[in-house]
């Protein structure tokens, strides 16, 4: 492969040196990435208030439902990329990278039309407060504005790490975290527009991000050109995306349909317990973003030895990424426990807002370890094109145990009890598809075959 190309070979060396490596550059492009929202939270809640900050931890649940199907086409995508690379199929790549990139464009403009559009009905049904409505409609209807600039983004890194490529969309990310903390002060700050000053840098920065993306690939990645007005779909590898997105695009919009089901219950318990609730999770997401990192290297390990019919290296590699996940998480956990006050305190210092944050830290952090077994086993899965387990999966432990199991423990033993049942829940995914995994039949769902690829060419 030609000097300039960052993507990397993982069906050859150590599993566990190439899944650190690959997921160092992850681990930096989530940091940037987190930090989206951590300085819009951090920015709305020390210089405009207690409601704006409520505002912009409602907003994101619900335009992560909005996104979540289209963001699976990046996922279906990133493995069939993967899972072509390790086939050596060049050709099959750089149709499957204009096939994504083509079907996202024709959807894009229906979905910002209906995110404008369902904004306010979706506040109303979650319970929104009435001293955070306002703001909260107001931040939905300038990111949904925008949002192709987040969805193009995601597209590219996609591509890229099927490709085996981690550090370039690092670039991406640190130009638009940039961007965005420097107009999130000014916006704010100097033209005091509140939340539609941090909801407008967002979308300026996410539009930077994309369109440095799409340059920076053509440039670097000679068999791969990226036109998204030019609009090229290849229909036997759509159906192959589809095929993988769909379940995985299933997967985050039922989680963010059931995060927000439990925004309604959180929101009936005041605008203070809101704002913890949101500040507590810009930690919570922070926290796990070295197990989340670690998680998606799986994906790619995983598609590109199961592309190259290297099944022996995919059990060794997943065992070794659980160790690695769970031990990364036990000591995240610790430090956040210890220090959870203090870190709540950095985007609010109203003690009603520093309890009900620390109520969640607490509760939430301890048992991550459980998801941290869960996440690697998904994502082999997904890997390996077996997209529908974690679906499955996650749509149980959310609709039979976590929410069920918030309304009765809030009910019950009162509203901070209620963060509890994020561990029932993830208990539940652990035994599905820990036990699928186990089972082994994974290994007969990989979409590269030798006789898919002639009837692609």
């Known amino acids: 492969m030609p000097k300039q190309h960052q993507a990397v070979d993982m069906t050859q060396g150590d599993p ?192 930077c991000s994309w369109i440095f993306g799409v340059c920076y690939v053509n440039r670097k990645y000679d068999f791969i050109a990226i036109r998204p007005l030019h609009i090229s779909v290849d229909n036997v590898l759509l159906k192959r995306v589809l095929k993988l997105g769909v379940p995985s695009g299933i997967q985050q919009c039922q989680f963010s349909v059931a995060i927000l089901v439990l925004q309604a219950l959180i929101n009936g318990f005041g605008a203070e317990f809101a704002a913890g609730f949101s500040a ?6 922070f926290a796990f973003m070295p197990v989340d990192s670690f998680c998606l290297a799986v994906t790619t390990y995983v598609g590109q030895n199961v592309g190259a019919g290297r099944l022996d290296r995919v059990r060794e590699g997943v065992r070794k990424a659980i160790l690695l996940c769970v031990g990364v998480c036990l000591v995240m956990s610790v430090l956040v426990v210890l220090n959870a006050e203090r870190l709540i305190m950095l985007f609010n210092t109203d003690p009603l807002v520093v309890a009900s944050g620390r109520a969640y830290l607490l509760r939430v952090v301890s048992p991550m370890f459980l998801m941290a077994i869960m996440y690697p086993i998904n994502n082999a899965l997904r890997g390996a094109g077996a997209a529908i387990v974690p679906m499955l999966s996650s749509v149980v432990a959310l609709w039979a145990a976590r929410v069920p199991a918030a309304y009765l423990l809030a009910h019950f033993f009162g509203p ?9 829940g993830w208990v539940l995914g652990v035994i599905i598809s820990g036990t699928v995994y186990l089972r082994g039949r994974w290994k007969e769902r990989c979409v590269v075959h030798v006789r898919d690829m002639e009837a692609i060419l």
Not at 416 to 424: D, F
């Open 416 to 424: 901070e009890e209620l963060y509890w049942s994020y561990s029932i």
């Open 16 to 207: 566990l040196g190439l899944l650190v490596r690959f997921s160092l550059p992850l681990l930096a492009g989530n940091a940037f990435q987190q930090l989206y929202n951590m300085v819009d939270s951090w920015v709305v809640g020390n210089f405009v208030g207690t409601t704006a900050l409520a505002a912009v931890g409602i907003g994101f649940p619900v335009i992560y439902l909005l996104s979540s199907l289209f963001m699976g086409l990046s996922i279906g995508g990133s493995v069939v990329i993967a899972q072509f690379m390790g086939a050596g199929d060049r050709e099959a790549v750089r149709r499957s990278v204009n096939t994504v990139y083509g079907a996202v464009m024709v959807s894009v403009v229906p979905l910002t039309l209906f995110g404008v559009l369902i904004a306010g009905p979706i506040l109303h049904l979650i319970r929104v407060p009435a001293d955070v409505y306002d703001q909260a409609y107001v931040y939905l209807q300038v990111i949904f504005a925008g949002i192709i600039g987040s969805l193009g983004y995601n597209i590219n890194a996609g591509i890229l790490q099927g490709l085996g490529d981690s550090k370039t969309p690092l670039l991406f990310l640190a130009t638009a975290c940039v961007v965005n903390i420097v107009l999130d002060l000014v916006f704010v700050l100097v033209f005091d527009w509140g939340v539609f000053g941090v909801a407008f840098a967002t979308i300026i920065a996410q539009l």
């Open 280 to 285: 507590a999770n810009k930690v919570d997401t």
